[in-house]
């Protein structure tokens, strides 16, 4: 008859050996049975999967983390060929290229002699100037709000320039009713308008004076209409031909500056004569003016922040010059090109030509050398990703300082 055990609920038989593991001759056995109640409570069959899945796992997350990488590379770089932006953005953008066309007219309006004269029936000047001007100052408002919040570089570069020349012209704008706010909107002063002396607000829009304010927007919504906003120059063409005649016109400027354009004509035997070289002072200067209006010609297209501050630095030291160009023969006409006149230029004395090209023409090689330097070394481009790993549309714009 044999023995019967009764174990109850309790599956685990290993508890039955315990006893042998105070025999001295039973260690064997014990690590035999050792192993069966690992085998049996199940921690033999979790330690071998700890240690085979270890590799597997590994592996698994290797690949998985190279495929994550790869997923994020492809969505970089989607992004950065074709950024998403908000609806608010798509909005801004939206309003912005509208809001330049609008205000292009508007610019256009309070340029024009017809807006200063009255008319057949019977509205007078004043009020077409206070019609205009409220249109201009709603026009620009809507420009300046949609910039803050667009993603058009290219546009925005030239709007914020736009608000530059607001802030500059601050006190004349007052005069004639027109605060320029804090955040730089234009603010609206009808009845101070009506007041003013609308032969103050057809000077300061004058399209004649190229340094005008009038013609200082119009020429920053011009270029901003242009632009692509999805680079930061016209194009490769237009960067080169750019870059090409701001050289040439750098080296005509330093050359009408400098004293050996200017040595006196040697004799057939050797001695220095009382007399220029006219004909080769006059060929340099042409090629100045040539470049010169070449070089404005193919920047027009451009929007390059720093190409766009030196051009316009060039204007203003031009406009400041146009009574002293004039006396040589060089004229300097609304659209800020200039023409040379041959016989008069021939005909003036060149110890004050090179007397006035030492002070503007070192000056003009100066900016030159800068627009041919952003447009061939320094081209704005989109900066791609900021630090919170955003990418940043817009790009970095840098401006040159007054020189």
Known sequence: MGTSINVGSNRDCSYLFQSLSSSSGGMGNLNFLSDYASIKNGSYGRLMKAYYGRGQDSTTEAASKKSSATTVLDRILEEKKNPKVSKDVQKANASLTTGLSSLKSSVSALQSDKTYTDTENGQSAADKVVSAMKAYVTDYNNVVNAAKGSTLANKTAYVANMMSSSAANADKLSEIGVTVNSDGTLELNQAKLKEADISKVQELFSPDNIMSYGSTIASRVQFAGISSGTGA??????????????????????????????????????????????????????????????????????????????????????????????????????????KINEDIFKKSDMSKVQEFFKDYGSSIATNASLVDYYMTTQANAASGYTPDGTYNVQGSYRYVGTM
């Open 233 to 338: 120059t016209g194009g490769t063409q237009t960067d080169n031909t750019t870059g090409a005649n701001a050289t040439s016109l750098k080296e005509d400027s330093k050359a009408l500056a400098s004293d050996k354009l200017y040595e006196k004509v040697k004799d057939k035997d050797g001695n220095e004569t009382n007399k220029y070289d006219i004909d080769k002072i006059f060929a340099t200067a042409k090629s100045f003016v040539n470049n010169y209006n070449k070089m404005f010609d193919a920047a027009e297209s451009s929007s390059n922040s720093g190409v766009i501050a030196n051009l316009s630095h060039i204007r203003e030291k031009t406009a400041r010059n146009t009574d002293a160009l004039k006396q040589f023969g060089i004229d300097v006409d609304g659209k800020g090109r200039m």
